[in-house]
């Protein structure tokens, strides 16, 4: 039922007296049983695919990125986050799993607390606070590697690395010193390191293996969330248990636990470049941003980015752990630039898989191309929109996190493809460039020290 203008012009008074405080963008800052929290309904069934992505111009794509950025300063100016997981009514009373999983994990879970030191009139003092989570990627020489978000590096312009200072606080109530080692802008995300003179807890990763086998035949559910033996690898499909973590960033900094679902939902405008995210249920704070989203079995399997009412978008720890182990080999990061808009083809539109199945009997996985960026080399190859790649340099592409991963070793360099096409009834053979981004997006602060 639609309201008179003065009862929405007091929603909107309400809101913005909200975010003044603090507040999350559409959420209450006052106590719980909200609209907004009442309303959302984290664990909806993942397999419903709501794809109303719009077709932005240049000028509108721009518009959605500045309000982004808006948010991460009005956070910034309103300081400290004070809202924990559980404000939330679906983060009480976790059930055995989530709990136990939270607890494998939670040694390398870090609170993180950045702040912008600025001089002015010979005093110095503090511009700006951002606090986020993060988790311990791996121990080197007299020190820690901490993998968490890039938001305060994004909102700050005119950025030194002097100005930058970090505190690292961890689950056992020890803080360190850290400093900015590297930090990517369109990944969102920013390696921290920590001085420390023995070794600290570091997360067990678990690299995603999201290739589904579209076959009426096939029961996917019995083989979902699996774990291999003596593997570093796990089998997730929509509809799978995912839980995000974080940590409290005041004393004594509890561990923080949100679960839901893995889904192939997206945003409806997602503010962020980056289109490597996948989605999951969970419901986050912001001081949550930045920390693991891990699998029942407690093993890191991404990243939180960025949150909605009812959404958390995760970078895959396969994207980072590759840009990461890019960055130490090269001394400097590297974005991939598909120039298509790509996913799995079990997340095409029921009519669209039907067309290519028809064709193809024998294509039930692959990566499915969604739309094709004009001027890119993947149109001058002749890809065109629903084209399923089955194949790229001479491997048989089973899922989108294997054809990154592919891609990723082949920049600069022209490869084969194998696609199929509806409309054509053998596959076709094209030859691509694989190109990189060129932005300036990733930034070294620091030398690594080996």
């Known amino acids: 039922m639609k309201g008179s203008k003065h009862m929405k012009g007091s929603k909107d008074m309400k809101r913005k007296h909200t975010e003044a405080w603090g507040g999350e963008p559409g959420k209450e800052a006052w106590g719980r049983g909200s609209e907004q929290e009442e309303l959302a309904e984290p664990f909806n069934p993942a397999w419903k695919r709501e794809w109303n992505e719009p077709n932005l111009s240049r000028r509108q794509t721009h518009k959605l990125i500045n309000k ?6 009005k956070y910034l100016r309103s300081g400290p986050s004070l809202r924990s997981f559980d404000k939330y009514s679906q983060n009480q009373n976790l059930e055995i799993y989530t709990k136990s999983a939270t607890l494998k994990a939670s040694s390398s879970v870090v609170s993180i607390e950045f702040k912008r030191y600025t001089s002015a009139g010979g005093m110095s003092g503090i511009d700006a606070m951002f606090q986020c989570s993060g988790f311990i990627l791996e121990n080197v020489y007299k020190g820690s590697i901490i993998l968490t978000t890039a938001d305060l590096l994004k909102a700050s312009k005119n950025l030194k690395a002097d100005d930058i200072k970090v505190e690292v606080h961890l689950s056992d109530g020890r803080s360190f010193d850290g400093q900015v080692e590297v930090y990517d802008l369109y990944y969102n995300i920013a390696a921290i390191k920590i001085h420390s003179d023995m070794p600290l807890p570091t997360a067990s990763l678990a690299h995603l293996n999201d290739s589904i086998t579209v076959d009426p035949r096939h029961s996917v559910k019995a083989e979902s969330f699996q774990l291999r033996p003596h593997a570093n690898s796990l089998d997730l499909i929509p509809g799978d248990l995912v839980i995000a973590l974080g940590r409290f ?3 004594p900094y509890s561990i923080m636990a ?19 995210l996948f989605t999951a249920s969970c419901i986050i704070t912001w001081c949550g941003i930045g920390g693991p989203l891990i699998s029942r079995s407690g093993e890191v399997i991404g990243i939180s980015l960025k949150i909605d009412i009812s959404t958390t978008a995760f970078l895959p720890i396969n994207i980072a752990s590759i840009w990461w182990e890019h960055y130490k080999k090269h001394g400097q990061t590297q974005q991939l630039w598909f120039g298509m808009e790509v996913t799995n083809l079990y997340a095409a539109r029921l009519d669209v898989l039907e067309s290519i199945i028809q064709k193809f009997p024998d294509v039930l996985e692959g990566v499915i191309v969604e739309d094709v960026v004009r001027g890119s080399s993947a149109e001058s190859a002749g890809i065109k929109q629903h084209d399923v790649i089955i194949q790229f340099s001479g491997k048989r592409i089973q899922s989108f996190l294997e054809l990154f ?13 194998v696609v199929v096409r509806a409309s054509d009834d053998v596959p076709l053979h094209l030859s691509m460039v694989v190109e990189k981004e060129v932005k300036k997006s990733g930034y070294t602060l620091y030398d690594y020290d080996e």
């Not at 939902?265 to 503010?271: I, S, T």
């Not at 991963?405 to 493809?417: D, F």
């Open 258 to 276: 949100a679960p839901g679902l893995f889904s192939i939902d997206r945003f409806e405008h997602c503010l962020l470049q980056c289109k490597e």
């Open 249 to 251: 960033p005041i004393e």
């Open 68 to 73: 982004h950025m808006k948010l991460i300063n």
């Open 405 to 417: 991963e592919n891609m990723w070793n082949k920049v600069g360099e022209a490869v084969e493809l």
